[in-house]
């Protein structure tokens, strides 16, 4: 009698389990375990990591201050078992004090400083930085991309080639310019419409 029970028991919870014809299809979630798994893991998610990048990036002021012209970044990467660590940039050979050494920090020289950076990005933005999507010349917006030591300009990418020559003529060299696509310029209203 009581395995007839159990059995009937479970054949009751199987069928109620079972859609309905005609009756809606629910969503079926994820368990935690799953949902994880779903997400690709990135080393800033650990806690440690980014208490790190804060007590790190606390010091970014100082640093550029201390090295002065010759500061060429700061940015942070991983190490093979995913902690983080400062890479210090620096540029014409000038020593850093021991006191930022520290969390592991790696130097790396660099060819161009980050005031050479800007002054080229400066050169570059006041002689053709515009909003007007009918300039083939337009550049839309730049920035200093000190892990790659060179200066990012958007525009579009169909007038990259004349883009390029224009910044060569500027005395620029083209091999410090960092190219990304932008099809058009990025207004209030449009970010506003999210458009």
């Given at each position: 009698?009581?395995?007839?029970?159990?059995?009937?028991?479970?054949?009751?919870?199987?069928?109620?389990?079972?859609?309905q014809?005609g009756?809606?299809?629910?969503t079926?979630?994820?368990?935690?375990?799953e949902?994880m798994?779903?997400?690709?893991?990135?080393?800033?998610?650990?806690?440690?990591?980014?208490?790190?990048s804060k007590?790190?990036?606390?010091?970014?002021?100082a640093?550029?201050?201390?090295?002065?012209d010759?500061?060429?970044?700061?940015?942070l990467?991983?190490?093979?078992?995913?902690?983080?660590?400062?890479?210090i940039?620096?540029?014409?050979?000038?020593?850093?004090?021991?006191k930022?050494?520290?969390?592991?920090?790696?130097?790396?020289?660099?060819?161009?400083?980050?005031?050479?950076?800007?002054?080229?990005?400066?050169?570059?933005?006041?002689?053709?930085?515009?909003?007007?999507?009918?300039?083939?010349?337009?550049?839309?917006?730049?920035y200093?991309?000190?892990?790659?030591?060179?200066?990012?300009?958007?525009a579009?990418?169909?007038h990259?080639?004349?883009?390029?020559?224009n910044?060569?003529?500027?005395?620029?060299?083209?091999?410090?310019?960092?190219?990304?696509?932008?099809?058009?310029?990025i207004?209030?209203?449009?970010?506003?419409?999210?458009?």
């Amino acid at each position: 009698m009581k395995k007839a029970s159990l059995a009937l028991l479970f054949l009751l919870i199987s069928s109620a389990a079972q859609p309905q014809t005609g009756a809606p299809n629910h969503t079926r979630f994820l368990t935690l375990e799953e949902a994880m798994a779903e997400v690709p893991y990135h080393p800033m998610d650990d806690e440690e990591n980014i208490r790190l990048s804060k007590e790190i990036y606390k010091d970014y002021d100082a640093i550029r201050a201390d090295l002065g012209d010759d500061f060429g970044g700061l940015w942070l990467e991983f190490n093979p078992y995913g902690k983080v660590y400062p890479v210090i940039a620096v540029a014409n050979g000038k020593a850093i004090d021991r006191k930022w050494l520290k969390h592991g920090a790696v130097v790396v020289q660099v060819a161009r400083s980050v005031k050479q950076l800007t002054a080229m990005q400066d050169v570059i933005m006041d002689a053709m930085g515009s909003s007007d999507p009918h300039d083939e010349l337009a550049i839309y917006s730049s920035y200093v991309d000190e892990k790659s030591n060179r200066v990012a300009i958007r525009a579009p990418l169909r007038h990259r080639e004349k883009i390029m020559a224009n910044i060569q003529s500027l005395g620029v060299d083209a091999s410090v310019i960092l190219f990304e696509e932008q099809a058009h310029p990025i207004t209030f209203y449009g970010i506003e419409r999210a458009d």
